[in-house]
C-alpha cells in the first residue's frame, strides 16, 4: 500500500519548511510528508490525494492565515477526510477558539507556537494521533477476517473478543457477501457448527474457535510465565489497569486475569467525556489501550480469556484457581471483577440470546445499526453514552426509562446531548416485558408503567444497560459480601454485622477484604463510586496497602 501523507500547513514559508523538516526527521520513513503555505493551497493537495485513493493521516496548519483560518481548512477537510487526525498550531490569544473548534469540527489537539525542541513538544503529540489514526485505519493486508452469520451468538462473541482486544478485524456475511461464501467453500467449512470462521494471516483457518484458542492464534498470552508474583490482579477494568500500571513501576511482579478483554464496562464506552486531562473525551478503548501498554511498559503481565473460579490460601501464598485446571501463585491478590449488567426480565429474552438482544456495546457496534432503529434500556451514563453513539449512524435511537427522568443517574453533559439529538426519542416509565423473533430478534412488547398500557414496536436492536451486579461467588464463603454480592472491606468488616470475620488484632487495612492480603477495588466493592476515575484511584491506592501488607508477613 501506498504511504498515507501528513501535510503540514503555514502561511509562513519558513515556518512551513521548518514544520515539514521536524515531521520529515521523524515520520518521514513510514508517511509521506507534503507542506502547503495557504488554505487553497492545501485543499488542492487534499483534492489530488482522494483522486489517488491516497489517504491523509494528519493535518498539522496554523490557525493564523490569510484568507482561510485553520480551523476553516480543518472543517473543510473534515468534510471529505473524516478519519484524518487533526493539529493545530496556534498562539495562546487563540486558546478560546481552539477549544471551540474541539466541539465544533473534532479538533483533535492543539499546541503552541514555537514546538521547540520537537522531541519534547511536537513529536509526543504527532505519536498519539498517528497511533490512533492507524487503529481507525488498519492496513488490510493483515486483517483478520470473521465470516459468518449476522444473527450468531458464537459470530457476536467472536467479534466482540476481537474489538474488545484491540484486533482489527473484517467482518463478511455469509448471507449478503459473495465473498464469504467463497472463502467459506475454499476452506470446506461450510457446516453450521463450523461457523464463525475465522481467517488469519499465515495461519490455518480456526473453525468455531472459543476465546482461549482465538487468543493464542492471535499470539495473545494465555498462561502466566512466573510461578510465584507479588500481586495478581484478577480483572482488568480501570481499576485492575491502574494497579497493575503502579504495582508493576513499583518493582512489584505483577500480573492481570481477565476473563474476556482489559478494558471491562468502560472499555466499551464511546466516549468518556469528563475524565481528567482528556478535554475532548476518550473513548474506553483508547483509554483502555493506552492503559494496557503503560502496564506492560513496566513489566506487568497479561493473561487473557482466562476464567477464574476460585481463590485458595496456602500459608502467605494466595492461589488464584482456573477453570482449565491452572492457577496463578501471588503473595497478594486484588479483585477488580467490576460488575456485570443484570438481565433483562422479559418474556423470550433468554430465548434469543446475542440475536438482537445484548448486554451493554462496544463503541464498534453501531457501524452494524446504519438507518435502523436501535432500542436501549437505561438511565445512567453507559446508557447515554451508548445512545449519542448509536444516534450518529442509526435512523431512530428510542431509550427506554424506567423512572419518571434522568437527571438522578446521569451526568448533565449527556442529558442535554442526549435532548438536542434530533432521532432520539426519550420514553419515561416504559419498560420491555417481552421480545419477539424466529432466529433473532424482530419486535418487542413495550409497556407505560403510568396506564398499563402495552404494545408493540419492530427493532432488531435491543440494548440493556440495566443496573449491574458483580460476579464474586467464586470466591467461597471466607470472603465477606453483602447480599447482592458485593465486597465488603476496610473499616465495614468491623461492623456489627459480620462479626468475628476479621481474623487479625490489626484492622484491616482500607481496601483489605476479609482475607488478609485480598483486596478489593472499583465497582465490586461494597459502596464504590461507579466512576472511571474513582476505580482508577483504588487501583492505585490498592498497590499502597499491598506494600504495607507485604511488609507483616
Known amino acids: 500500500m501506498s504511504r498515507a501523507t501528513i501535510l503540514a500547513v503555514d502561511d509562513d514559508p519558513q515556518v512551513s519548511r521548518a514544520i515539514a523538516r521536524d515531521l520529515r526527521a521523524r515520520y518521514g520513513s513510514t508517511y509521506r510528508v507534503v507542506r502547503a503555505t495557504s488554505g487553497e493551497e492545501a485543499l488542492g493537495i487534499v483534492a489530488e490525494l482522494a483522486l489517488r485513493a491516497q489517504q491523509i493521516a494528519l493535518l498539522v496548519s496554523d490557525q493564523r492565515m490569510p484568507g482561510m483560518t485553520g480551523i476553516e481548512l480543518m472543517s473543510r477537510v473534515r468534510e471529505t477526510s473524516p478519519e484524518t487526525r487533526l493539529l493545530l498550531l496556534t498562539a495562546y490569544a487563540d486558546t478560546d ?141 480501570p481499576a ?48 483502555t489501550h493506552r492503559a494496557v501498554a503503560q502496564a506492560a511498559r513496566f513489566g506487568a503481565e ?46 423470550g429474552v433468554d430465548r434469543l440470546g446475542s440475536r438482537g438482544v445484548y448486554y451493554g456495546a462496544s463503541a464498534s457496534e453501531a457501524a452494524q445499526t446504519v438507518d435502523q432503529v436501535v432500542h436501549v434500556v437505561g438511565a445512567a451514563n453507559s446508557a447515554g453514552q451508548a445512545v449519542l453513539n448509536f444516534a450518529r449512524v442509526a435512523r431512530k435511537v428510542v431509550m427506554l426509562v424506567r423512572g419518571s427522568g434522568l437527571a438522578a443517574s446521569m451526568s448533565e453533559y449527556l442529558i442535554d446531548r442526549i435532548s438536542a439529538s434530533e432521532n432520539v426519542e426519550v420514553r419515561f416509565q416504559t419498560e420491555v416485558v417481552a421480545a419477539h423473533g424466529d432466529g433473532h430478534l424482530e419486535s418487542v412488547t413495550l409497556v407505560d408503567r403510568a396506564t398499563g398500557t402495552e404494545y408493540d414496536e419492530d427493532t432488531n436492536w435491543l440494548f440493556v444497560f440495566i443496573g449491574a451486579l458483580p460476579r464474586t461467588d467464586w470466591l ?59 476505580a482508577v484511584g483504588e487501583g492505585a491506592m490498592s498497590v499502597y496497602l499491598v506494600h504495607r501488607y507485604l511488609t507483616t508477613v
Open 476 to 534: 467461597g464463603d471466607d470472603v465477606v459480601r453483602d447480599a447482592k454480592g458485593f465486597l465488603v472491606t476496610g473499616p465495614d468488616l468491623l461492623r456489627a454485622e459480620y462479626p468475628q470475620r476479621w481474623p487479625l488484632t490489626r484492622p484491616p487495612f482500607a481496601l483489605e477484604t476479609s482475607v488478609p492480603g485480598v483486596f478489593a477495588a472499583g465497582d465490586v466493592r461494597l459502596d464504590s463510586m461507579k466512576r472511571v476515575a474513582s
Open 302 to 347: 497479561t493473561v487473557l480469556a482466562r476464567e477464574v473460579e476460585g481463590l485458595e490460601q496456602r500459608g502467605p501464598v494466595h492461589a488464584v484457581r482456573l477453570a482449565d485446571g491452572g492457577e496463578v501463585e501471588s503473595r497478594a491478590v486484588l479483585i477488580a471483577t467490576g460488575v456485570a449488567y443484570r438481565r433483562l426480565n422479559a418474556d
Open 240 to 287: 485492575g489497569l491502574a494497579a497493575a500500571v503502579y504495582g508493576a513501576s513499583e518493582g512489584l511482579r505483577t500480573v492481570i486475569v481477565e476473563r474476556d478483554a482489559p478494558g471491562g464496562q468502560a472499555g466499551q464506552s464511546a466516549a468518556i467525556e469528563n475524565y481528567l486531562g482528556f478535554p475532548k473525551g476518550v473513548s474506553g478503548a483508547d483509554l
Open 97 to 237: 477558539v481552539a477549544i471551540r473548534a474541539i466541539n465544533d469540527i473534532g479538533l483533535d489537539y492543539y499546541m503552541f507556537k514555537p514546538w521547540e525542541p520537537p522531541e519534547n513538544t511536537l513529536y509526543p503529540v504527532v505519536d498519539d494521533l498517528l497511533e490512533a489514526w492507524r487503529r481507525a485505519n488498519p492496513d488490510d493486508d493483515g486483517t483478520v477476517r470473521v465470516i459468518g452469520h449476522l444473527w450468531s451468538d458464537r459470530s457476536y462473541d467472536v467479534k466482540m473478543f476481537l474489538a474488545r482486544n484491540h484486533i482489527p478485524y473484517r467482518w463478511l456475511d455469509l448471507e449478503r457477501d459473495d465473498e464469504a461464501q467463497r472463502l467459506v467453500s475454499l476452506a470446506g467449512h461450510d457446516e453450521p457448527a463450523d461457523l464463525p470462521l475465522v481467517l488469519l494471516p499465515d495461519a490455518e483457518p480456526l473453525c468455531n474457535p472459543s476465546s482461549v484458542e482465538l487468543a493464542e492464534a492471535l499470539g495473545l498470552r494465555t498462561r502466566a510465565q512466573q510461578p510465584l508474583y507479588d500481586l495478581c490482579i484478577v480483572g482488568g477494568g
